[in-house]
Nanobody
Framework: QVQLVESGGALVQAGGSLRLSCATS????????MGWYRRAPGKQREFVAT???????NYADSVEGRFTISRDDAMNTVYLQMNSLKPEDSAVYYC?????????WGQGTQVTVSS
């Protein structure tokens, strides 16, 4: 099992920055991949970014060049640095871990971008 705890969500003005954190209960090196997803009101949850155990990253087109996913193995934490935020980035952001072919999700953290 993997427990995930997200933090860092806040209200920010358009053009601003935020960094989300996702702390894991297991050594992050043992987790196959970790990612960030988001769900805006009235919409389905969508992919934002992933990072594999080997360090390969992938981003949704809508955030490419603005968001950066990274990890700190010593802290067992994955980050999502979000720059140049737009109102359409407003959503609940969820952390996901894939461990032994099973997905685990955090409880989510709210990001609101005002125009």
């Amino acid at each position: 099992q993997v427990q995930l705890v997200e933090s860092g969500g806040a209200l920010v003005q358009a053009g601003g920055s935020l960094r989300l954190s996702c702390a894991t209960s297991r050594s992050i090196r043992s987790i196959n991949a970790m990612g960030w997803y988001r769900r805006a009101p009235g919409k389905q949850r969508e992919f934002v970014a992933t990072i594999t155990s080997g360090g390969t990253t992938n981003y949704a087109d809508s955030v490419e060049g603005r968001f950066t996913i990274s990890r700190d193995d010593a802290m067992n934490t994955v980050y999502l640095q979000m720059n140049s935020l737009k109102p359409e980035d407003s959503a609940v952001y969820y952390c996901r871990a894939i461990f032994q072919f099973t997905s685990y999700w955090g409880q989510g953290t709210q990001v609101t971008v005002s125009s």
